[in-house]
């Protein structure tokens, strides 16, 4: 059985949900990647921040980045996933929530993120057409 922990990206990072968007597009700049999961004071999961959110819900609107926090920016529920869960129920989580994105638990503790590319590694081409059909899908 292949498990979200087999087919996620390690090493994926929180931002703090305290720390401004210049701050979180910096380490993104730093990580080589589009989003980093939000966390509040616990360490819990409360959001995703991605780039695009940075430019178009803070630039395009006029904000300052180095003054609007990640945590202002967190919108609705976060999605989350266990490392030990099936790659079907990553898929269906994914799909059943139209998310690009998924951030992977293990004993309450981020310990890496399943994005496109790693699905695209992993899976058929079955499992991928259905994947983007789902998620792409206007609705």
Avoid at 1 to 15: C, P, Y
Wanted: aromatic fraction near 2%; proline fraction near 4%; hydrophobic fraction near 40%.
């Amino acid at each position: 059985m292949t498990t979200a922990g087999d087919i996620m990206h390690r090493g994926a990072q929180w931002i703090p949900a305290h720390e401004t968007l210049d701050r979180a597009a910096q380490l993104m700049r730093q990580l080589n990647v589009g989003a980093l999961p939000i966390s509040d004071e616990n360490e819990r999961l409360c959001g995703i921040l991605t780039d695009r959110d940075i430019v178009v819900g803070c630039v395009a609107m006029g904000h300052d980045p180095a003054q609007v926090t990640a945590g202002e920016m967190a919108k609705g529920t976060p999605r989350w996933i266990e490392s030990d869960a099936d790659v079907d129920a990553v898929l269906q989580e994914m799909q059943g929530h139209q998310i690009r994105r998924l951030p992977v638990i293990e004993d309450k503790r981020l310990v890496g993120m399943i994005s496109e590319a790693d699905l695209a590694k992993h899976l058929s081409e079955e499992q991928i057409a259905g994947w983007v059909e789902s998620v792409y899908a206007k609705g």
